[in-house]
C-alpha cells in the first residue's frame, strides 16, 4: 500500500465502457465535477473508503485510444504519466471484446500498476458468450475480473481486484505484442536508439510504437533526449515509416486475437431489436423516427412527472390560506408575505418544474440504459457536426421545445465539456412549453389572424438565432479538431439494471433540487423585494420609480416601463409576464410570485393590454419574451450542468442582449407596418 493518506484509483476506458457507472456507484454522492485545468473537458473525482483505506476515483476522459488526437487523449495520458494514479482501472465491454480491448493494447508498456475490469458482463451473457477471466488474467499478468457495474452484488469481485493490483503492484505484460510490433520494419530500430527513462512511466515498447504512429509530442521527446548520429538515425527510422497507425493496429488487434483465443466461447444469441435498429439507424428514415422516439419519450416523462407536479400543486394552495392565519394572530404583513408569498410559492413551483425533470431524466436515461440513445447519437452526428456539436445534441434541443431545464439536464450525456455548453447556450434559443403557451395568446389579443405568420416569423429567427450562437461562442468552447463526427461503436442491445438506473435519477434530481432552490429564492426575492409595498400601490415601489427612470433607455427598443418589466419577469417564468403587465396597468396591487410564476391575470386582461400597448411595441415585448432567458430554473440547471458561474452568466447576459435587440428590430419593422 501507499503511503500517501489515500489511493487514487484512475479510471480507464472507452466511451459506453461503463466508467461513469462504475464511478458513481463506488462515490454516491462524495464526488465533485469542474474542468481539467485550461481545457474545456471535464473533470470527475470523488471518494470512497473500503476495509478501511480511503480512496480518490479520477474518473478520466473517455477515449478510444492514447494517442495525441484531441485534449481528450493528452489528458489522459498525461494524468497517467504524471504519477498521481497508484492504480488504473481499465474497463473493456465484455459484449465485443474484441473492440473495446483496444485500450487495453494501446496501455500495453506503460509501467503504471493497473488490473483489468471486463465490464457488461451479463450483457455478453445475452447474447451466449462466456468469457474466462482467469485465462486471461494468466496471459497478461494483471487481475481481471467479469463484472456489471449496475450489480452492487458483484463489487466483492471488483474490490478484490482492486486490492491485489495495489499490494502487487501488477504491471500489464507487453512481451507478446512487442514481438507482434517487432515485425514492423523500422519497429526494432526506433526501439533500440530510445533512451531509458524518456518519459517517466511508459516503456520503450509504447514509446516506439507510438513514434511508429507519428505521435508528434512522443517523437518531440525522444529526440530531445538524443544527439547527434542518434538523432539522426531516429528521424531516419521514423520517416520511413507510412501508415504507421495502420502497421501498429493490425498489432494490436493480433495481440487482441491471441488474448481471446480460448478465452472466450459465443453462441449466437444476440440480443437485437430487429426491425427497429434497422429503421433507427436508416439513412432516409432514421431521421424522422429518431425524432418520433424523442417526442414520445418526452410526452412519457409526463407519466413519472405527474406525481411530484400533483404535490407541487398542493403546495401551491398552501399560501392564501396560511397568510391569512398569521395576519389574523398579528404576525407582521412583510414577515406573513415573504414566508408566503416568497418562500413557499417557491418552494411550490421548484417542486412542480423538477417533476418534469425527473421525468426526463429517467426516460432518456432508460434509452441510454437498453443502447437506444447511441443510435440517437449515430443518426444525428453529421447535422450536428455542422454545429461544431455531436450527434447527442439533437435530444436536449428537442427536449427544450418542452422545457429547457430538462434541455439542459439532457446534455448530461455529452462527454465534451465544451459541446456541452454550446449545446445549453443553443436550446436556450429554442422557445419552451410556456413561451409557446404565452407567445400565441399575446399575438392573439393584439394580431388576430397574423398569428401563424408571427409564429413562422419566430421559428425563423430561431434557428438564425441558433447559428449566430455557434458561431460566436463554438469558436471558444469547440476547437476545430474536435468538430468532425464520432467515431463509435453501436452498443448492443440490453436490459436495463432498474436500481442503477433509479439511484442515478434520484441523485441527480436531489442535486438539482437543492441547486435550483437557491438560485430562484434569491432572484424572486430580490424581485419581490423591489415590487413590495405596504399599501398595495404599485406606484410606491421602487420596482415603479426604477422602471420610470431607465423608460428612456428602454424606449430604445420599443418597450416602455411596464412592458420593460414584463420583459424581466419572463426572465423567472414566461408566464409570469402576463400577472405582470395586468397588475402594472391596472395600478394596484403587489406583483406576487404567484401572479410570477403561474401567469395569474386580470378576467380584463385583453381590454388592458390593448387600451395600453401600441402593435409595435407589443410585437417587441413578443420577440423580446421569446428570446429572453427562458426562466431562473433553467439558468439554474445551466449552472448545474456547466458547474462555471462565468459561462452561465455570460449566456444569460448575451440572451438578455439580443433579446433586447430582435426587440428593437421587431419594434421599428412594427412603426413600418402599422
Given amino acids: 500500500m501507499t503511503d500517501k493518506k489515500e489511493t487514487v484509483i484512475a479510471l480507464l476506458g472507452q466511451p459506453n465502457s461503463g466508467k461513469s457507472t462504475l464511478f458513481n456507484a463506488l462515490t454516491g454522492l462524495r464526488q465533485h465535477v469542474g474542468n481539467w485545468p485550461g481545457k474545456t473537458v471535464e473533470k470527475k473525482e470523488g471518494n470512497f473508503t473500503h476495509n478501511g483505506v480511503n480512496y480518490l476515483v479520477a474518473d478520466l476522459p473517455g477515449t478510444y485510444s492514447l494517442s495525441a488526437n484531441s485534449d481528450e487523449e493528452m489528458i489522459t495520458r498525461d494524468y497517467i504519466a504524471s504519477g498521481k494514479a497508484d492504480v488504473v482501472c481499465i474497463l473493456a465491454d465484455s459484449s465485443q471484446l474484441e473492440r473495446s480491448l483496444y485500450m487495453l493494447a494501446d496501455y500495453a508498456g506503460i509501467t503504471v500498476p493497473c488490473f483489468l475490469v471486463l465490464n457488461m458482463n451479463d450483457v455478453a451473457e ?136 480460448g478465452s472466450v466461447r459465443s453462441k449466437k444469441t444476440s440480443v437485437s431489436l430487429g426491425k427497429f435498429d434497422r429503421l433507427i439507424t436508416h439513412r432516409i428514415w432514421g431521421k424522422p423516427v429518431v425524432i418520433l422516439t424523442i417526442v414520445l419519450g418526452l410526452i412519457a416523462s409526463f407519466i413519472p412527472a405527474l406525481p411530484l407536479m400533483g404535490v407541487g400543486s398542493i403546495i401551491s394552495m398552501i399560501p392564501e390560506p396560511l397568510n391569512n392565519a398569521l395576519l389574523n394572530i398579528g404576525c407582521p404583513a412583510f414577515i406573513s408575505a415573504l414566508l408566503c408569498d416568497v418562500v413557499i410559492r417557491c418552494f411550490s413551483f421548484i417542486v412542480q418544474m423538477l417533476g418534469f425533470v425527473f421525468g426526463v431524466t429517467l426516460v432518456f436515461g432508460l434509452l441510454e440504459e437498453i443502447g437506444v440513445m447511441a443510435r440517437i447519437s449515430y443518426v444525428f452526428d453529421n447535422t450536428m457536426a455542422k454545429f461544431g456539436l455531436q450527434g447527442k445534441s439533437v435530444m436536449p434541443f428537442l427536449i427544450s421545445f418542452g422545457c429547457t431545464m430538462g434541455g439542459a439536464a439532457g446534455t448530461r450525456v455529452i462527454d465534451n465539456w465544451g459541446q456541452k455548453v454550446l449545446t445549453i447556450a443553443l436550446a436556450w434559443a429554442v422557445p419552451c412549453g410556456a413561451a409557446w403557451a404565452v407567445i400565441p395568446l399575446l399575438s392573439t389579443i393584439f394580431f388576430g389572424a397574423w398569428v401563424p405568420v408571427i409564429i413562422l416569423v419566430i421559428l425563423i429567427v430561431m434557428i438564425l438565432h441558433m447559428w449566430l450562437t455557434a458561431k460566436l461562442f463554438g469558436r471558444s468552447l469547440v476547437k476545430n479538431e474536435d468538430r468532425c463526427g464520432m467515431i463509435m461503436e453501436l452498443p448492443p442491445y440490453h436490459k436495463p439494471k432498474w436500481g442503477a438506473l433509479f439511484r442515478y435519477v434520484f441523485g441527480r434530481t436531489k442535486e438539482t433540487f437543492f441547486r435550483s432552490l437557491k438560485v430562484v429564492m434569491l432572484v424572486a426575492f430580490v424581485f419581490w423585494l423591489l415590487s413590495y409595498t405596504n399599501t398595495g400601490d404599485i406606484t410606491t415601489s421602487i420596482l415603479y420609480k426604477v422602471g420610470h427612470f431607465i423608460e428612456p433607455v428602454t424606449k430604445l427598443f420599443g418597450l416602455g416601463w411596464q412592458t420593460f418589466m414584463a420583459f424581466i419577469a419572463s426572465s423567472l417564468g414566461k408566464e409570469g409576464s402576463l400577472g405582470v403587465l395586468c397588475t402594472l396597468f391596472s395600478g394596484s396591487g403587489n406583483i406576487s410570485i404567484g401572479s410570477l410564476m403561474s401567469g395569474t391575470r386580470a378576467a380584463n386582461m385583453n381590454e388592458l393590454l390593448v387600451g395600453n400597448i401600441s402593435k409595435p411595441e407589443a410585437l417587441a415585448l413578443i420577440f423580446a419574451m421569446t428570446f429572453n432567458m427562458p426562466c431562473i430554473v433553467a439558468l439554474a440547471a445551466t449552472y448545474q450542468e456547466t458547474h462555471s458561474v462565468k459561462w452561465t452568466a455570460r449566456i444569460a447576459l448575451y440572451y438578455t442582449a439580443v433579446a433586447l435587440i430582435l426587440a428593437g428590430i421587431a419594434y421599428y419593422v412594427g412603426l413600418l407596418i402599422w
Avoid at 137 to 165: C, H, M, N, W
Wanted: net charge positive.
Fill in 126 to 261: 445475452e447474447q451466449g458468450k462466456t468469457v474466462n477471466a482467469t485465462e486471461i488474467e494468466k496471459k497478461l499478468g494483471i487481475p481481471v475480473v467479469k463484472f456489471s457495474a449496475p450489480d452492487t452484488k458483484v463489487y466483492g469481485a471488483f474490490y478484490q481486484a482492486l486490492e491485489r493490483a495495489v499490494k502487487g503492484k501488477t504491471v500489464l505484460n507487453p512481451e507478446a505484442l512487442r514481438k507482434k510490433y517487432s515485425e514492423i520494419d523500422a519497429y526494432s530500430r526506433i526501439e533500440a536508439i530510445i533512451p531509458d527513462n524518456v518519459i517517466p512511466g511508459y516503456s520503450k515498447v509504447w514509446l516506439a510504437a507510438k513514434a511508429v504512429e507519428g505521435d508528434a509530442p512522443v517523437i518531440a521527446k525522444i529526440k530531445a533526449a538524443l544527439s547527434g548520429g542518434s538523432k539522426d538515425a531516429f528521424d531516419s527510422a521514423v520517416s520511413s515509416v507510412d501508415k504507421g497507425v495502420v502497421l501498429t493496429g493490425e498489432r494490436k488487434f493480433a495481440w487482441i486475437d491471441e488474448i481471446l483465443s
